[in-house]
């Protein structure tokens, strides 16, 4: 067995690397347990790359023979690992109905619950604030569970998305429908929105944590997570497009679109733009009603797809011996956790912007900007940007990087706040277009960039596993909660400054609180997310020095379990 060298390093000749002693390519001898490496891209370069990858003893570090050993791996984990297209849709098709329902959520639901629903701004913020924070709280509650879950002969993460999907449609189906009842809508409407978020977070959890088990690979994830978010955006159109076009003509009134008498009074525009909406079987209520059980048919047809589409793997980089870290105790690490911390802040703060926008998207169209019959068709030209330009910012960062692709998120900024200061049609497509650029990368890049940080957080715990969950689960809870925070805020500042639902014309307070909540404050948001972001450590030849030192660990790992198996059965 090779000897270790001074400083811990490993001993092995290039040429057992090669041949291995098996038969196929990438056949490799057993090694010793790898030690405990330092931080990738702390500054340890080869001692945690390529010395540990196997440079011959004698060797210099950096010569041609250990950079060989190092293309040599990552050759072997290029044939081992590669995940096929279809591999690749299925999974990214499995996540799409999720953001179908998301997406005519955020569009659509405040304005539901203020137009259609009658209920109050404030009531209204409260659903949406404890809907978010319900779904928050789900998130550490499902990785706690997920993480302790045996594997199965359908994986681990695989019966927590099969088991929630049906109660999912349900609870979106029921948070659509107006029930004959006044009195208790709000108590109607808050129980299944956070039924809704409960579920879908038990959908996203382990849906999210896939990634680390479709390959080892950084290439292939990355990859799969391209597929991902190209068809989370499709799927973001599709709901945009579906709840637009079936539900545009509850939200249009002939009575608000003519003009109005030379000599009107204020009472034209406190008059109630639709009829009385509380009857169930209104025209109103039915459509909204038609969208949701459509939607709900979506849901059904993608978890089929992920189930006879998608393999999951077992961790490939935990010895069989090693236990899974605790929750609390891997909580806390990731609390601790440099790269995870700071990108959790960032995109936190962009995450809430977005949200912004969208939830007060219509609602400004409708009533700030005299674009109420435009809206849907705006919304779009942002899902259609948004679909195309994804193939655009993978390529993006995979030539610049990701933490350079990530400034392309405040491409927005100025031309929304030029839209709130001049209203025009032919601006709103164009600000549409730029919108959904950003759009675009700030739902591909962060999940993108999580893996990293999983990866970088396995380097310097190689001996536990379990811990995925734990990190998918924090960050979908930080950023779940900031956006209901921003969202009941939202809401409530409609409240504060007058808005009436249902009339022709909202008081002009309330049309300054929806131009500073579509322009001023996610610019603030965005901004200060991207400066939190140039602190994040993780760069490109850092993931690079990751790689190569999991590689090791992983074949490490592999051939420490085949011999702890050939002793036990000498």
Known sequence: MPSPEPGGQLSLPVQALREGGGTTPCAVPRLPSAPRPGHAGAGRGWSVRCAMAGAAKGIPERSAEAEETCSFLITCEDQDY??????????????APNQVAGSATAFFLQIYLLDIAHITPFHASLVL?????????????AGFFISKSRWTKIGRLMPWMLACTPFTVVSYFFMWYLPPFVSGRVAWYLTFYCLFQALTTLFQVPYSALTMFLST??????????????????????????????VASAHVSHHCTVNPPVNTTD?????????????????QAKVYMIAAGVIGCVYLLGIIILFLGVKEKDDPY????????????????????GPYVK????????????????????LFCTHAADLRSHFQYLVVTILISAAVSIPFWQKILQRFGKKCASFGIAWM?????????????ILAYFVAFVSGLSIAASLLLPWSMLPDVVDNFRLQNPHGKGHETIFY?????????????????SAAGLEFTGYKPGICRQPSDVILTLKILIGAVPAILIFVGLFILLFYPITEESRRETKLALEVLRRSHQSTDTLDKEDTSV
């Open 82 to 95: 590669r995940l096929s297209i279809c591999s690749k849709l299925c999974y990214a098709i499995g996540g």
């Open 129 to 141: 604030f404890i809907g978010k924070a319900s779904g928050a709280v789900t998130d550490p509650v």
């Open 217 to 246: 690979d950084q290439k292939e994830r990355d990859s799969a997570t391209a597929y991902r978010m190209t068809m989370e955006v499709l799927g973001t159109l599709i709901g945009a497009a579906l709840q637009g076009q079936i």
């Open 267 to 283: 009472s034209w525009y406190d008059t109630s733009s639709f009829p009385d909406t509380s009857d169930p079987l209104s025209h």
């Open 318 to 337: 935990a010895l069989s011996s090693d236990r899974a870290i605790p929750f609390c105790k891997g909580l806390g690490l990731t609390m601790k956790h």
């Open 343 to 362: 990108l959790t802040a960032s995109f936190l703060l962009i995450s809430t912007a977005v949200q912004l926008e969208q939830s007060n998207f219509v």
């Open 413 to 425: 900024t100025p031309f929304a706040v030029m839209l709130v200061t001049i209203p025009n049609l």
């Open 473 to 489: 689960s924090s960050y979908v809870f930080f950023t779940k909660m900031s956006a209901g925070i921003g969202l009941g805020i």
